[in-house]
């Protein structure tokens, strides 16, 4: 096995993990396509509760994502992660058994408790080796994206044949199968990775929080969740007002992700070519907008709601992938973990704002006002995105340099920014690991290891 493929242990961790990951993302976004319309059969029904009731997991979330990740460190990845699955499969019990959309929501807050995803990918990140971590994040990654459109179509799909209680006793099942891909599939440790790669350290984050480039990120992203869940406190009675039944949704949703797919792939190849991510990033929002307006004038036309979802999915869909390609380029050295654990932070929070104000407006104002109210954060990140601008092409890397006295660090990072391709090099006395950020066209892999080798004889 070569130093560029993986190995074994790593194809192991990698597809097990993103099936535990994709499972669990699976259960969390398979009621959004058809609570709007099942809910109505409870009797406390309200969109503000239904808008609840979709983001309450991302409050959960938000709150217990980086304390979660850090526990990690001194638990250990699995008890947090069956942990994390357990209280998963409860909240999905909860929500199985209400008979309210207040205690829907109580279940659905229960479940995002189960925050296991800085978690997860710490486990990832030790079970590979620093060069092939890349792969492993981008299958964990694919495996995310595919449990969306995979809800998407299943959600209506089995709703229409086990109903909205199904649905969630469905997701509990799909717990306890993660808990057993968990046990059974996931390798053993072999490696310890570099910590501040993979998860959270607290003294970094006020630090990353005023940190401009990151700030916009995060704020991009809480946008995207936002609007994304509040537009499905709607958008499932649309199409039923356009004249889709709930149980056909999934063919509505299936050939228009399809199509949204095409269209994103060559803005993605493009804006890789000529590291144009921002550009690329501005013109997306403006696809959201478009979309935004489309559903404005479509009222209960079929095929204006069609044309709204194809461009809306292509935007989001586009933004979605490149967002945190970006956060790994502009991440200063050393603290790639923070700066995602405040990222994801802001994904979830996103979620739980957009839903309940998504509710909120829903109920008072009809779905013009929540287009209004979408197109209002649109318009507010379309000005911050000219903030931005396009990081170098460079990746993360970090070596093992143990029993350094702080000259010899100081030193080590200095002469380590003398050769090709470095950019940055941060020595991190806890860790007992030098982190580097590098452009993989340039760099010099053979001097660093020279330099390194050097090191560790004391010549």
């Not at 994304?228 to 949704?249: N, R």
Request: hydrophobic letters at 55%.
């Amino acid at each position: 096995m070569t130093q560029h493929s993986l190995n074994k242990t790593e194809r192991k961790a990698a597809f097990s993990l993103a099936s535990v990951f994709g499972i669990r993302m699976l259960g969390l976004f398979l009621i959004m396509p058809v609570l709007a319309v099942y809910a109505q059969a409870y009797p406390d029904y309200s969109p503000l509760l239904v808008g609840v009731a979709l983001g309450a997991y991302g409050l959960t979330q938000a709150l217990l994502q980086i304390p979660l990740g850090m526990a990690s460190d001194r638990i250990g990845r699995k008890p947090i992660i069956i942990g994390g699955l357990v209280v998963f499969v409860l909240g999905s019990i909860v929500a199985a058994l209400a008979d309210s959309l207040v205690m829907v929501s109580v279940g659905r807050a229960l479940q995002g408790v189960g925050a296991i995803a800085a978690a997860i990918l710490a486990l990832a990140a030790d079970l590979s080796r620093d060069e092939q971590r890349p792969k492993v994040m981008a299958i964990i990654g694919m495996c995310i994206g595919l449990a969306f459109a995979v809800s998407l179509v299943v959600g209506p799909l089995l709703g229409g044949v086990i109903g909205l209680s199904g649905l969630f006793w469905f997701t509990a099942a799909t717990g306890v199968l993660g808990i057993v891909v968990l046990v059974m599939s996931v390798p053993k440790v072999v490696t310890t990775s570099a910590r501040r790669e993979s998860l959270p350290v607290a003294s970094e984050l006020k630090k990353l929080l005023k940190h401009k480039q990151l700030w916009c990120l995060n704020t991009g992203i809480f946008v995207l969740h936002a609007i994304l869940t509040a537009w499905f406190v709607t958008i499932p009675t649309q199409l039923q007002s356009a004249g889709f039944e709930s149980q056909t949704h999934a063919w509505f949703y299936l050939p228009t992700l399809a199509a949204s797919v095409v269209l994103m792939v060559p803005m993605i190849i493009r804006s890789a070519r000529n590291n144009s991510s921002v550009q690329w990033l501005r013109a997306s929002i403006a696809i959201l907008i478009i979309s935004l307006v489309a559903v404005f004038y479509a009222g209960e036309s079929a095929v204006w709601l069609v044309a709204a979802l194809v461009v809306f999915f292509t935007g989001f869909n586009f933004i979605e992938a490149s967002l945190p390609s970006l956060l790994t380029r502009i991440a200063p050295a050393g603290s790639k973990g923070s700066a995602s654990g405040i990222y994801s932070t802001s994904q979830f929070l996103g979620a739980f704002v957009g839903g309940v104000a998504g509710g909120w407006v829903l109920q008072n104002y009809q779905t013009s006002g929540i287009v209004v109210f979408c197109l209002i954060l649109l318009l507010c990140w379309f000005v911050i995105s000219f903030l931005m601008k396009n990081p170098e092409s460079v990746t993360s890397l970090s070596v093992a340099t143990p029993n350094l006295t702080k000259d010899k660090a100081i030193r080590l990072s200095e002469q380590l920014l003398t050769i090709t391709g470095v950019k940055e090099a941060r020595w991190v006395e806890d860790d007992q690991a030098t982190y580097l950020k590098v452009d993989k066209k340039a760099y010099d892999e053979k001097a660093v290891n020279e330099l390194l080798s050097a090191l560790r004889t004391g010549e």
